[in-house]
């Protein structure tokens, strides 16, 4: 009976392969627009929006991510710093290797903090809160990045909040940022060259539409999430078609097998069976 075992194997291989293109999909999407908002069967629900300076019935407190995250190998791991609304109002998202670490380095303190606005930009307006995304060596050294294109800020501007864009605050003056929405909750991403102070940004001279100066998604992203879905599609392939080879030779084994018994002839009666 060891021959119907290739068919279990192939239906295991259909079964991993289920997995890994799941898996591969939500990397894609995560690449495309980071967001850790979990996934819900039913309703999802929605906190409102959480301010550092609540006014009339606003909800106030909002939450703050910090932690100290252990360096192996000399090379920054991933990260994952996310606040603790339901959605995250900030999240920070670093893939492996995207720091620059100082000779020694040995810990990063990484946290996501609201902070006091400092002013709006120009004729633009601050929707929500200021948020300082910092790593730093055990040292309190801030690190730099690297360019990466799998690694986010993302910030979710409160309800009803119209067009808008991510701007960073550095040296005294806002800058607009290239800015995804992620379509979800009012969800704002952008890869950052520079971590410090991120807000949601209404109005300003910019006019600067989500997804770019025209609109649309920032090439690295759709270049990292098309590696991500071809990556699927040729292991996909190769799995299938190993699959079929080895079921192929299978199957004629067992034909063989079964035309051996046919021919088998039943003994004259009288004699004895062997």
């Known amino acids: 009976m060891p021959r119907p075992r290739a068919v279990r194997l192939t239906d295991e291989r259909a079964g991993w392969l289920a997995v890994i293109g799941g898996a591969a999909l ?3 999407v995560q690449v495309l627009a980071p967001v850790g908002v979990p996934l819900y ?9 959480r301010y550092i300076r609540p006014m009339g019935g606003q909800a106030g407190s909002p939450t703050s991510f910090s932690a100290t995250i252990e360096v192996v190998d000399g090379t920054s791991p991933q990260i994952a710093a996310v606040t603790a609304e339901v959605p995250a109002q900030a999240q920070l ?29 120009r004729g633009g307006e601050i929707a929500g809160n200021v948020y300082r995304f910092s790593v730093t060596d055990q040292l309190g ?3 730099a990045l690297k360019p990466c294109n799998a690694c986010a800020v993302v910030l979710r501007a409160p309800e009803n909040t119209g ?18 929405h992620a ?10 060259t520079e971590l410090g102070d991120y807000a949601v940004v209404t109005g300003g001279a910019s006019g600067q539409e989500p997804g770019g100066a025209d609109g649309a998604i920032p090439t690295p992203l759709l270049v990292a999430a098309g590696i ?3 990556v699927v599609l040729v292991l996909a392939a190769a799995l299938v078609l190993r699959g079929r080879s080895r079921s192929s030779v299978a199957a004629p084994a067992r034909d063989v097998a079964s035309s051996k ?7 004259p009666a009288g004699r004895p069976q062997r």
Do not use: C, H
């Open 163 to 180: 067009s808008a864009r991510l701007q960073r605050y550095a040296d005294g003056a806002w800058s607009d940022v290239e800015t995804i």
């Open 26 to 28: 939500a990397f894609a």
């Open 261 to 267: 018994r046919k021919k088998r002839r039943k003994p």
């Open 183 to 192: 379509g979800v909750v009012g969800m704002y991403a952008a890869s950052p």
């Open 41 to 49: 069967d039913g309703v999802a629900v929605e906190e409102p929006y």
């Open 93 to 121: 998202i670093l893939s492996p290797g995207a720091l620059v670490l100082p000779s020694g380095t040995t810990s990063l303190n990484v946290s996501v903090t609201p902070i006091e606005p400092p002013p709006a930009a």
């Open 228 to 230: 991500a879905v071809i």
């Open 141 to 143: 050294r801030a690190l």
